[in-house]
């Protein structure tokens, strides 16, 4: 896979394939590891980080799941291509804040990605469609057995893999879950489940990970305990507290039919109609506007833009991705007038 290739494809994850799709988006399994023979990544030299890099790749050619796999350098990328991994899920933040001496690796289909030399030496990442927890987390776990072969990973018998942050040490597991509850928020019900989820060791984010906003009704939910629960209880107890989350936004949707129909109507019309005629929209405005659509879809009560092509917007119309596709940069009004027309020609086709 080239470059060039993994911009056009849509990613597995946006596909709204797999179970209970309407509400839940993509399913993520995230691993920390740390090579016993080098220091943490922000104690390691230039040239022990070049070593981490070189044994990783070593380790992952070696492995069936990375055939015609992308290996990227960070620091040889521009800025918008390091943007648009962002945008995509395939690395972090932090992974371009200092982009020297790190990498990441992408599979085919975008289901797994492996940044290397972030806050710890690798970050495993499997992200597939729907509610598909346990199957994202075997997936994992095969890949994490298969890089241990050829890679000592640093733990302690007693307290499991060692990693950069104390609050990843144990399993070093997140597993998450990105949620769109439009009709929660609508009932002003989504901030009490947050609240009420914090208490059972969960967390919710943004559609764009830590520190962002909750833009297109989308929050990220993962698990912030690692130590003293193996992964299994991990992966059960978000599965669980999951299954509570679409049971309520199920019952808020039924509710809203039932009994907000006319004023559902009138937002899902608005909706489209600014979407196919705006000449000027912000990507928060835009995914405000498309979240109510995808729930009208779901609902049955308009037709035409299915899941995949919506769910493919909600990232094809960020920042970086526009200006990729423009072959330039753009200034912030000039990124909401290409937004906008892009928008409208999907809409209006």
């Known amino acids: 896979m080239t470059l060039g290739e993994l911009w056009g494809q849509t990613g597995e994850w946006l596909r709204g394939t797999g179970p209970d799709t309407d509400i839940i988006m993509s399913s993520r399994i995230r691993l920390a590891r740390n090579l016993a023979k080098y220091p943490f990544p922000h104690w390691a030299s230039a040239e022990q980080l070049e070593g981490v890099i070189s044994d990783f790749e070593g380790a992952y050619k070696k492995a069936d799941y990375f055939k015609g796999a992308l290996f990227l350098r960070i620091d040889e990328l521009d800025s918008i291509e390091k943007q648009m991994l962002i945008e995509r899920h395939l690395i972090s933040r932090e992974q371009i804040a200092n982009p020297e ?198 609902l049955g009560m308009i037709k035409g833009p299915d899941r995949n092509m919506l769910n493919d917007l909600f990232i094809q119309i960020q920042p970086a991705h526009l200006q990729k596709k423009e072959g330039k940069r753009l200034s912030a009004e000039e990124r909401d007038a290409v937004r906008a027309e892009f928008i409208s020609r999907k809409f209006n086709i």
């Open 101 to 298: 001496h790190k990498a990441v690796l992408i599979s085919e289909r975008e289901v797994i990605s492996i940044m290397v030399n972030e806050e710890d030496h690798l970050r495993i990442q499997v992200l597939q469609s729907g509610f598909n927890l346990h199957d994202t987390w075997k997936l994992a776990d095969k890949i994490d057995e298969e890089l241990e072969q050829n890679l000592e990973f640093a733990v302690s018998s007693d307290l499991g893999y060692l990693t950069c942050c104390p609050t990843n040490v144990g399993t070093g597991l997140r597993a998450s879950c990105m949620a769109h509850l439009p009709a929660l928020v609508m009932t002003k019900q989504a901030g009490r489940i947050i609240q009420a989820i914090s208490k059972l060791g969960m967390t919710a984010r943004g559609l764009f990970g830590e520190g962002t906003e909750a833009y297109g009704n989308f929050f990220q939910i993962s698990n912030q305990v690692t130590l003293g629960h193996s992964e299994e209880e991990t992966v059960d107890s978000l599965e669980r507290i999951m299954k509570q989350i679409i049971e309520q936004e199920n019952t808020a949707r039924n509710s809203v039919f039932a009994n907000q129909k006319l004023l559902l109507e009138d937002r899902i019309s608005r909706s489209l109609a600014g979407l196919k005629s705006a000449k000027l929209i912000s990507s928060e405005e835009a995914l405000n506007l498309l979240s109510i659509i995808r729930l009208g879809a779901d």
